[in-house]
């Protein structure tokens, strides 16, 4: 089994609220020239990291997108394999949950992972709404050169 894939399966901690998932965007954002991928699920994984300032500029889009979209005065929709020293994170979308713990015999993909590891394929949803789609290529296009 590769290193991502192992990470990826493990027990993950969940980020339960809003300060713990601040701290834990701060943390990424100031390792972000150590090399991050963001893999948004359904899609072809990529195959670098992302620049520092791409990486930044996504995770604050990722942050726009939870607090505009899950409206709860918890989180617990953001798992990360150590707080401390994150080499994983799972971001589940917030507008594709049903249960994302998996009690209801259906595993749900996360939206995005965030890795030091390079991502290998994870099996995404069936559909992924246009929306999403149009969002994540926008805001790529610094970093693709478009």
Not at 33 to 56: I, K
Request: with cysteine; charged share 25%; proline share 8%.
């Amino acid at each position: 089994m590769s290193d991502f894939l192992d990470v990826y399966g493990r027990m993950l901690w969940a980020i339960r609220d809003w300060e713990q998932w601040a701290d834990l965007v701060a943390r990424l954002q100031a390792q972000a020239e150590e090399g991050w991928y963001v893999y948004f699920v359904g899609q072809e994984p990529p195959v670098q990291p992302l620049s520092a300032a791409t990486f930044c500029r996504v995770l604050a889009e990722i942050d726009l997108l939870l607090r505009r979209d899950h409206r709860e005065k918890y989180l617990g929709i953001v798992y990360v394999d150590d707080r401390s020293a994150p080499q994983l994170v799972k971001i589940y979308d917030p507008n594709n949950l049903g249960a994302s713990c998996g009690s209801s015999g259906k595993q749900i993909p996360p939206g995005w992972i965030v890795s030091r590891l390079r991502p290998e394929v994870v099996p995404g949803p069936v559909v992924i709404p246009e929306g999403r789609l149009r969002w994540w290529r926008n805001l790529l296009q610094a970093e693709r050169g478009d």
